[in-house]
């Protein structure tokens, strides 16, 4: 695939994180892994034609190669934060493709041996929302009030070259904000 950018439909968004209060654990975790034994999966060069850059991705390799590498990154990560995959509420997977999240879930549960209570799912509704995913999925759950205090969430990316990204942490008063009630 040959395109401008990767991430030529990217939106933006802000977040803004703060100390969590005391007794509440927050982000219980957060890592990043580059995998750069795969970068060659995704290059961009320069356009031979016009300004800027080709992007060249062996999409299909990229998505294999997370699926098997994920689950003992994914397996570390629950064990620091004291969880099973089981007690995760709500798993928000990079939005790629319907597949893609349904075969990786698959692949997670067959590997860790139990599955989250839920998988969010939205790439039908918003597309590949690129950077954005797990902000656009947070804010849509809130508003439509599916999250409670105490939910544990699961936050799971890949991006192209490859680096897979996990960040757990406990829904806290956050909910009261967003939602029916306001």
């Known amino acids: ?13 802000a977040a803004i994180l703060e100390r969590a209060p005391e007794g509440n654990p927050g982000i219980t975790f957060a890592g990043f892994t580059t995998l750069a034994e ?3 999966l995704c290059i961009g060069i320069p356009a031979k034609v ?27 990560a629950l064990e620091e934060s004291g969880l099973s995959f ?19 879930t698959r692949e997670l549960a067959a590997s860790l041996g139990m599955l989250p ?20 999925a947070l804010y849509e759950y809130l508003e439509a009030g599916r999250f409670k205090q105490g939910d544990e969430i699961l936050l799971l990316s890949h991006a192209s070259g490859l680096e897979v990204g996990i960040v ?10 967003y939602g029916h009630a306001h």
Do not use: W
């Open 50 to 76: 016009g300004p800027g850059a080709a992007m060249f991705t062996k999409a299909r390799t990229i998505h294999r190669v997370a699926i098997e590498d994920s689950p003992p990154l994914l397996a570390d």
């Open 117 to 136: 209570k839920c998988v969010v799912e939205n790439v039908a509704e918003r597309g590949n929302t690129a950077s954005t995913t797990h902000f656009v």
């Open 86 to 104: 089981a007690d995760v509420d709500y798993l928000i997977p990079h939005q790629t493709s319907a597949r893609a999240i349904r075969k990786g």
């Open 168 to 177: 757990i942490f406990r829904m806290d008063e956050l909910v009261d904000h």
């Open 38 to 40: 795969h970068s060659r």
């Open 1 to 13: 695939m040959a395109g401008a950018s990767l991430t030529l439909g990217d939106a933006g968004v």
